[in-house]
């Protein structure tokens, strides 16, 4: 039986081979140009090709011959790697073309098995299939040309290295069988020049950047088969305060003791008071252990020995490594890093309002603002990015004209922060006028709460963000959400309230006071969004956290459902708009008041998610000017008006229902959005720009002065605020106020109820930021100085140092591919203070790091 020929295919399989890998390979390198030293690039550029240079001569050989069973094999298995080859190039093209990042090939097998990541990377699909068709072109173009010249060269070399040709390789060869004349000739000695030059390159070369540099298309994408191994033992060695890395700053002498619900602060091994607390058994637990306290739980009995041994872990299972006479669980007594201002009295602005009887927080809602940038929670004449719209326009259009738009943006934001689009403001305590059926607020003049300017997000990924706002807890710097593979190692605020809801018998006297009514019932905790909670397995996240309900988008297409169908099409590919979520939230709301209960609402909004769709019947606006491109930011700005509307329509409902007045309402921001106004790299994902850090953080309430707190805090700050307001308002009944006094000193962050402190015998007030998706790069900066370090935790990317007092927008970064690079450069460029903090920080987020492990009892993907 004849094999069939393929000859006609043969030279154009060849080429998607090598012009796939080949245009990804120089978009790398134009990606990384000017990350290292313009002669360094040049003098290692070729070592750059040596795995394009294997693969090329690989894919030719699987491709030569016609027929037979070998060439078929070869052609089937050269066909599929085109195939694979093609698709990648081209989204790393369309992805760069979008973000201005490269893919990262390790984290998309989180994706693949997603449906709404998959649908997110749909939304690109356009660039990627014009950079497939651009690829397929060009190879089209250099077939048959490119084949049959590899080819003629390889089989050059086999006959230049055949026994019979060796003589050919030498440099001096005789003339003729009839001349003892010998000749000298060049091209044997540059050809062994070259391959000594390279080999020696290659071995010289420093690893870091250039084996990354170096990496060909196929052996990059083999990362999406690779499992990161978890050394179990090795991530539950560093016990809080022990391995720390500035001991100084934890010596006895800074020790602090314990006062009254205080339990005091004493890292390090051989701590008495660490100790203490790992022995200590709340009174206020009742006998069967809620979620959330596992480190209670009399079914896991913590045994100390002398060197500190902790021989159990969370769920009643033994802790295999527990030898290393290390405790596992979070031990705030043992934390080096805490820094408590519970010791300050709250700020004086609140403290008479804190007093007054007719002060109540009956409820707590707590909206989290998806994509949401301080800078736009409101935007303010003068700000960077309110100048690039101004610039955007160019002289088609009148400041004052821009003005008139741009005052309506974020109206509701301006209420309720109390800051003022208007860089000189007229008296801003004085009402609104009625515009465009926007909700008004009926605070008094002065009124409000806790506004936070400088707020950080804990993480650019949205859920680990909700995890800090929710749980108090820092993010597992491991790509994706796999803080669900772990122990969520803090009480979430669900799980606080299933707590107080103990002993509670739903019994009330009809002659009894509204307080003491409120304080005898129980809380019920929903959380409600319009969109799916599928995309990273948030439905597992919420189950952790312990909600009683939950309304998501399978709840909107359910047709048992109250309100089924829909009113709208889907806004996205995660679901509907907020609107579609608005009866049900009234329901509840008007059922908690009905059946007298206390509310927790957790809602989070979706609409300003790229691809920043608004419903058809929204009036859209061109905020951007014609000078430049700006689809993507007008797009977002229509967006962000769209949920400064909703969130109006959301406190409307707390007025409706005559409850905003004694209810805490949370307004939170998961994380920014960069747009190309802001850097040459879009969007969250792989970009540490401080865009995508500062978000909005407000707790108001009607009843509570307007104060305006300026901190580098994160939403870490929400629990022991929320905690901190409730006993101060005396919103809890004795045993619930004893539980919250004890709990409140048992979170990392400070309350916002009081002064900040950014330091404390010397330690930083230090804050750690996860960078989309999450285990690459951690962001550090410090409440005691205005620097911001990005360090990688991986080789393949750079560390990044701005001071954001001169650089507040980050238009000038430092970056380095060592520390050592980066220590040097801040020195020449910064002073020795701040060289030394970038080596402090460095030290502190990897610490951070491998304790984030230990505290999650994360053992690796599932």
């Known amino acids: 039986m004849n094999t069939p020929s393929f000859r006609l295919s043969r030279p154009f399989v060849f080429s998607v081979v090598v012009v796939a890998p080949l245009a990804s390979k120089f978009l790398h390198l134009f990606q990384h140009v000017g990350s290292i030293p313009s002669l360094r690039f040049i003098l290692f550029f070729p070592t750059f090709f040596i795995q394009d240079c294997f693969l090329v001569i690989v894919a030719r050989l699987l491709l030569h011959g016609s027929t037979g069973t070998l060439p078929l094999i070869g052609l089937c298995i050269a066909s599929f790697l085109s195939v694979v080859l093609l698709f990648a190039a081209a989204a790393q093209i369309g992805f760069y073309y979008v973000t201005g990042g490269e893919i990262q090939w390790d984290a998309t097998s989180n994706v693949a098995g997603d449906p709404a990541a998959v649908r997110l990377m749909m939304s690109g699909i356009g660039p990627v299939s014009i950079a497939g068709l651009f690829l397929l072109l060009l190879s089209v173009l250099v077939t048959p040309v490119l084949f ?3 080819g003629g060269w390889l089989l050059s070399v086999y006959k230049l290295v055949s026994p019979a040709s060796w003589d050919t390789l030498l440099p001096l060869v005789q003339k003729s069988d009839s001349s003892h004349k010998r000749v000298f000739r060049l091209w044997p000695l540059c050809m062994f020049t070259t391959i000594l030059a390279l080999t020696v390159l290659q071995l010289t070369r420093p690893s870091t950047p250039y084996d990354h540099m170096s990496l060909t298309l196929p052996f990059a994408m083999t990362k999406i088969f690779y499992t990161k191994k978890i050394d179990e033992c090795a991530m539950q060695t560093l016990p809080n305060g022990q391995s720390f890395p500035l001991p100084d700053l934890v010596k006895e002498e800074f020790w602090e003791v314990p006062r009254d619900s205080y339990k005091g602060w004493a890292p390090g091994q051989k701590s008495f008071f660490a100790r203490q607390y790992a022995e200590w058994r709340p009174g206020w637990l009742p006998e069967k252990v809620p ?36 405790p596992t669980h979070y031990n705030p007594v043992a934390d080096p890093l805490r820094i408590t201002n519970l010791d300050l009295e709250p700020y004086e602005a609140l403290q008479e309002a804190l007093q007054d009887p007719s002060v109540i927080i009956s409820h707590v809602v707590l909206v989290t603002l998806e994509s949401a940038r301080k800078d736009l929670f409101p935007i303010k004449e003068g700000s960077y990015l309110y100048n690039q719209i101004i610039k955007s326009h160019g002289e088609k259009k009148t400041k004052a004209e821009i003005n008139k738009d741009l005052a309506k943006l974020t109206t509701v934001a301006e209420q309720i922060t109390g800051e003022n689009f208007q860089s000189q403001p007229t008296n801003h305590s004085q009402k609104r006028s009625p515009s465009d059926g926007v909700w008004q607020d009926n605070a008094g003049p002065g009124m409000g709460g806790i506004n936070v300017i400088g707020g950080l997000t804990g993480s650019s990924l949205s859920f680990k963000s909700v995890l800090g706002s929710h749980c108090g807890v820092g993010p597992l710097p491991e790509d994706f959400l796999e803080e669900v593979n772990g122990d969520i190692y803090q009480p979430c605020i669900p799980q606080i309230l299933n707590l107080f809801n103990h002993g509670k ?38 189950e952790h956290m312990s909600f009683d309900e939950t309304i998501v988008r399978d709840n909107l297409d359910d047709k048992e459902s109250k309100y089924y ?48 769709k608004v419903p058809e019947e929204f009036n859209s606006t061109e905020y951007m000017g014609s000078e ?20 109006g329509e959301l406190l409307g409902l707390l007025d409706d229902a005559g409850i905003s007045n004694e209810t805490l309402v949370v ?37 509570l002065p307007r104060v305006q707190v300026h901190a580098n805090a994160t939403s870490m700050s929400i629990i022991p605020t929320i905690l901190d307001l409730l006993i101060n308002t005396n919103s809890l009944d004795k045993s619930d106020k004893a539980a919250a006094s004890d709990l409140i000193h048992e979170y990392e962050a400070q309350s916002l109820l009081r002064p900040y402190k950014p330091q404390h015998n010397g330690r930083q007030a230090w804050n750690f930021g996860i960078i989309n998706a999450g285990g690459s790069l951690l962001a550090i900066t410090s409440a005691a100085v205005p620097y911001r370090l990005v360090i990688p935790l991986s080789k393949d990317y750079q560390f990044r140092f701005t001071n954001l007092e001169k650089d507040p927008n980050e238009l000038h970064p430092s970056e380095e591919w060592t520390l050592d690079d980066m220590f040097a450069r801040v020195s020449r460029y910064h002073g020795e203070a701040a060289a030394k903090w970038v080596a ?20 690796g993907k599932k």
């Open 148 to 150: 049959n010249k590899v």
């Open 291 to 326: 979620a959330g306290f596992f480190r209670w739980d009399p079914d896991t009995p913590i045994t100390w020995d002398k060197n500190f041994k902790n021989n159990s872990t969370a769920g009643g299972k033994k802790d295999k490594c527990s030898s290393d006479g290390k």
């Open 505 to 542: 018998e739903d019994a009330e006297k009809d002659d009894e006071e509204h307080r003491d009514s409120v304080l005898k019932r129980k809380w019920r905790s929903v959380f409600a969004q319009s969109i799916t909670d599928h995309y990273d397995r948030q439905d597992v996240l919420n």
């Open 565 to 612: 169908p829909p009113s709208e099409p889907e806004l996205n590919y995660f679901g509907y708009s907020e609107h579609q979520i608005k009866p049900y939230i009234r329901d509840l709301i008007a059922d908690a008041v009905e059946k007298k209960q206390r509310l927790f609402l957790s809602h989070m909004t979706s609409t300003t998610h790229h691809p920043w």
């Open 628 to 647: 430049g491109s700006h689809e993507h930011l007008n797009s977002y700005l229509n967006a962000v008006r769209f949920d400064d509307i909703w969130l």
């Open 667 to 703: 307004v939170v921001g998961d994380h920014g959005q960069a747009f190309e106004e802001d850097s040459e790299k879009t969007g969250t994902y792989e970009n540490s720009h401080i865009s995508n850090f500062r978000v909005p953080l407000l707790f108001r309430h009607p009843h």
């Open 840 to 859: 402090e920080a460095d030290a502190i987020g990897r610490w951070w790091a491998k304790e984030r492990h230990r505290l999650y009892h994360y053992h």
